[in-house]
Each structure stands twice: as structure tokens, then as C-alpha cells.
């Protein structure tokens, strides 16, 4: 089946800091990429729809100045945290939509210290 | 709002026990449904979906699902279990016909499967 990866799958950083994290699809093209938010116990959230070659689309309550989403191409989006805080710690999965049904990365694990 | 509830929190099964593990969703309109899981340390993964047709549906590993309109519920069942089956189960369901779009899921919170050998 098709392959998601992200990377990096673990960061640690400090407050104020930014932090990027990239999701590509490996052997297929994504027009559009899902980044999901997942706290620990918790469902996935879905934060942003991310569009290639347009800008992405964030659910109600995400703050797009906060979470950048760049889709520069058709197997590349990236989530970049802005000025992270340990508020923001938490675990990043991404998602794509190949042979019909949606991939999911390995997810990214966001620590900020 | 629309939403998707799975009741069972923490589900703890002897091997070659029954499953059946609970997902409702509050939608009155067109649904896909989808079973996800995830093993420890590694990707979700699609175990089967329901688009139309047959409202039994049979995914990989053994599982199978079953939706009923009436109920808005789309359980997930396995008739023995194994101690592979650990794992985190997500039920999705993706509303069509709203402003959420033909691709966005909405996830349920989960329920964690430990099988004893």
C-alpha cells in the first residue's frame, strides 16, 4: 500500500522556538494532506487541511499564524509551530489520500521544553 | 455539532474471546465509516470502511463491522481474539453533505484493546 513518512518522529525544543515537521508521500501524489493533533488518551483532531499549491484550510479554534502549513509540492507538506510552548507539546500525525483511502505517517512527537 | 463516541475506554480480553467494541456517531445524513488501529509504536492503519451496500463489512485480520442506520452505531467485532490484536482502536466516520468536506474524519477517542494470552 501507499507510504506516508514523517520526520523528524521525535523533537525537543525550547519555548519560543519554531519547529518544522515534514510529511511526504513516498510512491504516490497528495493534492491534499491532513495534519491531526493527538493528545495523549485522546482522539485525533484534525487541525488543517493542507492543499498543494493553495493555502490550507484550518478547522474552527487552530491558529493559522501559530501552525504554518506549506504544501510546495505534491508529495510535500510541512507543519511548522511558531514560537512553540510546552502548551504545544503533543503528537503530529499527517495523513494522505492514495488508492482511494487515506495513509497515515508515523506521527511526530513534539516536546517543548 | 457532529460527533463520533466510542464507549468503551480500556477493553481487557482473554485469547480466543469474543470482541465487539462500540462506535456511535450523531449525524442524521450520508456517512462513510471507517475502523482504524494502531499497534503499539506504529502508523494507523485501516482495518475496513463502509461506504454503501452490504452494511456488513468484513476487513482484514478478521474483523468485521456492522452498520445500522437506525442505531447510527458501526460496531466493530471479532468472533476470537489474539494476543496480536493489542492494540489502540479508532473509529471515524466522515459526514458527507456538510460543511466538513468529502475527506475530513472525525475520531473517535479510542478504546485500548489488551489481550491476555
Known amino acids: 500500500g501507499a507510504v506516508v513518512s514523517q520526520h523528524p518522529s521525535r523533537v525537543i525544543c525550547k519555548s519560543g522556538t519554531s519547529v518544522k515537521i515534514e510529511c511526504r508521500s513516498l510512491?504516490?501524489?497528495?493534492?491534499?494532506m491532513f495534519w491531526y493533533r493527538q493528545f495523549p488518551k485522546q482522539s485525533l483532531m484534525l487541525m488543517a487541511t493542507?492543499?498543494?499549491?493553495?493555502?490550507?484550510?484550518?478547522e474552527q479554534g487552530v491558529e493559522k499564524d501559530k501552525f504554518l502549513i506549506n504544501h510546495a509540492s505534491l508529495t510535500l507538506s510541512t507543519l511548522t509551530v511558531t514560537s512553540a510552548h510546552p502548551e504545544d507539546s503533543s503528537f503530529y500525525i499527517c495523513?494522505?489520500?492514495?488508492?482511494?483511502?487515506?495513509?497515515f505517517g508515523e506521527g511526530s512527537r513534539l516536546t517543548v521544553l | 455539532a457532529q460527533s463520533v463516541s466510542q464507549h468503551n475506554h480500556h477493553v481487557i480480553l482473554s485469547e480466543a474471546a469474543s470482541l465487539e467494541l462500540g462506535c456511535n456517531y450523531s449525524?442524521?445524513?450520508?456517512?462513510?465509516l471507517f475502523w482504524y488501529v494502531q499497534y503499539p509504536g506504529q502508523h494507523l492503519q485501516l482495518l475496513l470502511k463502509?461506504?454503501?451496500?452490504?452494511?456488513l463489512v468484513k476487513g482484514i485480520k478478521g474483523f468485521e463491522a456492522e452498520f445500522i442506520k437506525s442505531k447510527f452505531s458501526f460496531n466493530l467485532r471479532k468472533p476470537s481474539v489474539q494476543w496480536s490484536d493489542t492494540a489502540e482502536y479508532f473509529c471515524?466516520?466522515?459526514?458527507?453533505?456538510?460543511?466538513?468536506?468529502?475527506?475530513?474524519?472525525?475520531f473517535g477517542t479510542g478504546t485500548r484493546l489488551t489481550i491476555i494470552p
Open positions: 495523513s494522505a489520500r492514495g488508492d482511494g483511502e487515506l495513509f
Open positions: 510512491d504516490f501524489q497528495a493534492t491534499t
Open positions: 493542507s492543499n498543494e499549491g493553495s493555502k490550507a484550510t484550518y
Open positions: 449525524y442524521g445524513g450520508t456517512v462513510n
Open positions: 463502509y461506504f454503501s451496500g452490504d452494511p
Open positions: 471515524a466516520v466522515n459526514f458527507r453533505g456538510t460543511n466538513f468536506g468529502n475527506e475530513k474524519l472525525t
